[in-house]
């Protein structure tokens, strides 16, 4: 079984840049039409595609399976959905910890968000100075929920 679990954070400024080991694009969009059940997700990096099922369990855990599809058939996919997200995602090296910041892009500019994979949900967790407020959670900052309604037409 493929657990998830993981936080998400708001950033307050770009001390988290001098951590920076890695980066990609991503390009993903949605098939499904709720975010209370099962999330599909298609996901392009630039180089290849994958199809992921997320669904939430508790807390901040979730089911999340993800396969490798074949180039056309996730062009297919994408060319026709029409909600989709891009952002930049960096990954980063912080006191042994691996994190992510992903950097939205279009309508969901400048949202920035940082997120850390744990192995339980009750491991200790130290938070770099860049982190702002914790939005593990919370529905509208979901990349699904952004994908639908984005950043810039928030009030």
């Known amino acids: 079984m493929a657990l998830e679990i993981e936080r998400r954070f708001l950033i307050k400024n770009d001390n988290w840049r001098k951590f920076i080991t890695n980066k990609i694009i991503i390009e993903q969009g949605y098939l499904s039409k709720t ?3 099962w999330i599909i997700r298609i996901r392009f ?4 595609f994958k199809i992921t099922l997320k669904k939430h369990i508790e807390s901040f855990t979730n089911f999340e399976f993800e396969y490798s599809i074949p180039q056309k058939d ?3 996919i994408m060319s026709n959905l029409s909600n989709t997200i891009k952002k930049e995602r960096f990954f980063l ?3 042994r910890k691996s994190w992510i910041i992903d950097c939205f892009k279009e309508n969901n500019y400048p949202l ?3 997120e850390i994979e744990l192995s339980s949900e009750k491991e200790d967790l130290s938070l770099p100075s860049f982190i702002s407020k914790e939005i593990t959670g919370m ?6 929920s952004l994908a639908n309604k984005p ?3 928030w009030k």
């Open 45 to 48: 990096t630039g180089k290849d």
């Open 112 to 114: 920035e968000i940082a």
């Open 74 to 76: 996730g062009e297919t």
């Open 139 to 144: 529905k509208h900052y979901s990349n699904f």
């Open 151 to 153: 950043f810039s037409e």
């Open 93 to 95: 090296e912080i006191e």
């Open 35 to 37: 975010i209370d059940d």
